[in-house]
Nanobody, 123 residues
Framework: QVQLAESGGGLVQAGESLRLSCKAS????????LAWFRQAPGKERELVAWVNGNGERTYYADSVKGRFAMSRDNAKKTTYLQMNSVNLDDTAVYYC????????????????WGQGTQVTVSS
């Protein structure tokens, strides 16, 4: 019943910016933690960033810290990933995911995923 749908991906030059969006439809829990994952060809899906249910705490992978910013708007049932200063290593399919905040600032993923949006960074 609850579905996630990403948008905003595309082709972007290294050093530039873009913003990804993920909107939930159907029934949803406002206290879900939300996350962005990415997967490049030949690599495992990796956690990029996540935010807790009320948007008060956000966590980032070291590779994107200082460049990406994740936020959420519960009224709009939407989460965003602002990607600044992108580089070639950011090329991947980006997925949003619903989960929960576990103890000690750990993200616990549920099996609730969007379809993914492709981000391709050109040199």
């Amino acid at each position: 019943q609850v579905q996630l749908a990403e948008s905003g991906g595309g082709l972007v030059q290294a050093g530039e910016s873009l913003r990804l969006s993920c909107k939930a439809s159907g029934r949803t829990f406002v206290n879900y933690a939300l996350a962005w994952f990415r997967q490049a060809p030949g690599k495992e899906r990796e956690l990029v960033a996540w935010v807790n249910g009320n948007g008060e705490r956000t966590y980032y992978a070291d590779s994107v810290k200082g460049r990406f910013a994740m936020s959420r708007d519960n009224a709009k049932k939407t989460t965003y990933l602002q990607m600044n200063s992108v580089n070639l290593d950011d090329t991947a399919v980006y997925y949003c995911n619903a989960g929960a905040e576990a103890e000690y600032g750990t993200y616990s993923s549920y099996d609730l995923w969007g379809q993914g949006t492709q981000v391709t960074v050109s040199s």
